[in-house]
């Protein structure tokens, strides 16, 4: 099994750092292969997947897979007592000269070819709407799920299939999987539920979500399988309120 960091420098492609053992009280550490100078970039590296909220995209653009931003600062708005003023609808002007649209024509932007080309290669050419008949397809339907209980349901299909295309994601992110979303995430101190009440609301929740998906992408693990990958995944997001919709928002 690869360890996280050793999958976290191929994934990169760096060849100059390595990962040893330090000793039982210490761990791991990261070590230089050859001589490295002053301010030196040792690693770059770029996130597994990623999602901008949709509040957030409906004020300003990044890229659907870096979240590089691909609009200047100033379509912001101006600054008024020290705040932007954010403009109320979505606009995709003044983007970056190297800005490129989902080449099926969905709506998503990217900063780059190469990032579009690398989300397709992981998960947008399962999750991509574009070519969708009708509002009851069940990718639609997921979607429109994810918007009205809690949108990490769609980064954490993003991760499930990234993890089936690309065994490095694979190995990275079965070093970071906590524990099921529905055991991880607080009951909200304002919410009429009991605990266990909650608890079940959050996995009723994911079991629709899991059901919507199932449907929709390539069949390869049973749905118990895929429900209880998605439970792990989003409970390692710790996708808490009031960041995220819940049953009580």
């Not at 799920?145 to 499930?160: C, D």
Request: charged share 20%.
């Amino acid at each position: 099994a690869m360890d996280r960091l050793t999958a976290l420098l191929a994934t990169a492609a760096v060849t100059t750092l390595e990962v040893r053992a330090i000793s039982p009280a210490v761990g791991k550490g990261v070590f230089a292969l050859e001589a490295v100078e002053a301010d030196e970039v040792l690693l770059r590296t770029e996130p597994l997947v990623s999602l901008q909220h949709s509040s957030s995209k409906a004020l300003y653009r990044v890229c659907e897979h870096c979240l590089r931003p691909l609009q200047p600062l100033a379509a912001l708005g101006p600054v008024t007592d020290g705040a932007f003023q954010l403009p109320v609808t979505a606009s995709t002007e003044h983007l970056s000269a190297g800005a490129v649209s989902c080449s099926q024509d969905c709506g998503e932007l990217y900063c780059s070819a190469q990032c579009r080309a690398r989300a397709w290669q992981l998960h947008h050419r399962w999750l991509c709407v574009a070519s969708l008949d009708s509002p009851e397809d069940a990718l639609y339907q997921f979607k429109v799920h994810s918007l009205q209980t809690n949108e990490a349901f769609v980064l954490a299909a993003k991760l499930l299939l990234a993890c089936r295309a690309d065994p490095l994601v694979s190995a990275v992110t079965k070093e970071l999987l906590g524990r099921p979303w529905h055991e991880v995430v607080l009951n909200p101190t304002d919410s009429e539920m009991s605990d266990a009440e909650w608890s079940a609301s959050l996995f009723e929740m994911a079991t629709q979500s899991s059901e919507l998906l199932f449907k929709a992408i390539p069949r390869v693990e049973p749905f118990e399988e895929l429900r209880a990958s998605m439970l792990h995944l989003m409970g390692t997001a710790r996708a808490r309120p009031p960041l995220w919709r819940t049953p009580c928002s």
